[in-house]
């Protein structure tokens, strides 16, 4: 699962969802830095990952994209089912997404003061480029591509990765619906225990 799905996933807990946002980042003892609820945050990031590469759904769409895309293909299939959850989230929340992503911007930046150069970096960026909004058209998920590979250490060709989606839209649709029936209720039975 990508940024606006770790999001979505931490429901209505604004730091929990912040620190699920910021996880990749936070590395080794550094989490030990951050409050409690942010903290839940990035542990709860790391079982949705951890969740999800074991998911025999996600594995499949994965196994569809490795032949090309060796160790980026889990980064592209979470990029889809961004997408997938943009496109599709009037099923999933009763909030439209611009209000939704507005919300949690206004809040997101108001904590961005907490972080290091970093995160307030990637905070700043995803808020000025309104990712979750982008996440829901092709073009738009096709521009965050483009961003990401170029901060990619090794040649990724995650632009190139679009092609692949619209050649199989049907197909990583299908296995998202199903995926994120699982993976929802994988994190309600993780938040409850919060």
Not at 20 to 37: V, Y
Not at 127 to 132: L, Q
Request: one cysteine or more; glycine letters at 4%.
């Amino acid at each position: 699962m990508n940024f606006l799905a770790h999001v979505y996933l931490s429901g209505p807990n604004t730091p929990l969802a912040i620190g699920n946002l910021i996880a990749d980042r936070i590395k080794g003892k550094k989490i030990n830095l951050l409050t409690p609820e942010i903290r839940a945050g990035v542990i709860l990031h790391r079982e949705i990952d951890n969740f999800t590469d074991k998911h025999y759904i996600f594995r499949e769409c994965v196994s569809i994209l490795f032949p090309k895309y060796r160790h980026y293909s889990k980064v592209i299939v979470d990029m889809y089912f961004d997408h997938f959850l943009a496109l599709k989230w009037d099923i999933f929340h009763e909030i439209s997404l611009d209000k939704f992503s507005n919300n949690f911007y206004i809040q997101l930046g108001n904590r961005s003061s907490e972080f290091n150069p970093d995160i307030q970096n990637f905070i700043h960026n995803l808020i000025k480029y309104n990712w979750f909004k982008h996440y829901k058209t092709l073009s738009g998920l096709e521009e965050i591509l483009i961003q990401m590979e170029k901060q990619t250490k090794f040649p990724s060709n995650l632009a190139a990765s679009i092609d692949e989606l619209k050649l199989n839209y049907d197909y990583f649709m299908g296995h998202f619906f199903q995926f994120m029936k699982e993976v929802i209720e994988f994190t309600k039975m993780k938040t409850n225990n919060l």
